[in-house]
């Protein structure tokens, strides 16, 4: 059983950054993982994913070339590094994992999930 616990979420300007961490018991190494977001009002929606090595990720087209995912296996821990932030990245954000979808960017397709990390991006 895998349980995911995210950080790192806060308040910001515009502009700024913020890196999420996921830190997870029962070991992640050979899950797929992924950061999704859910704002007030608006459905959950895909913000990137890593593959269990590291050396494949998938984005939303939103967040491409302002976030980055990354991963470390030793430490069981996977980061979303969140640059450049607009007030319209404000959410919840949530990592979750999966052993046999891929990147996928569907939720149906994730085992497990944390709590998730406010972040908020005032104008």
């Known amino acids: 059983q895998v349980q995911l616990v995210e950080s790192g979420g806060g308040l910001v300007q515009a502009g700024g950054s913020l890196r999420l961490s996921c830190a997870a018991s029962?070991?992640?190494?050979?899950?797929?993982m992924g950061w999704f977001r859910r704002a007030p009002g608006k459905e959950r929606e895909f913000v990137a994913a890593i593959n269990w090595g590291g050396e494949s990720t998938h984005y939303a087209d939103f967040v491409k070339g302002r976030f980055i995912i990354s991963r470390d296996n030793a430490k069981n821990t996977v980061y979303l590094q969140m640059n450049s932030l607009k007030p319209e990245d404000t959410a919840n954000y949530y990592c979750a994992a999966n052993l046999w979808a891929g990147t996928s960017s569907e939720p149906i397709d994730y085992n497990y999930w944390g709590q998730g990390t406010q972040v908020t991006v005032s104008s």
């Open positions: 029962g070991g992640l190494s050979n899950h797929f």
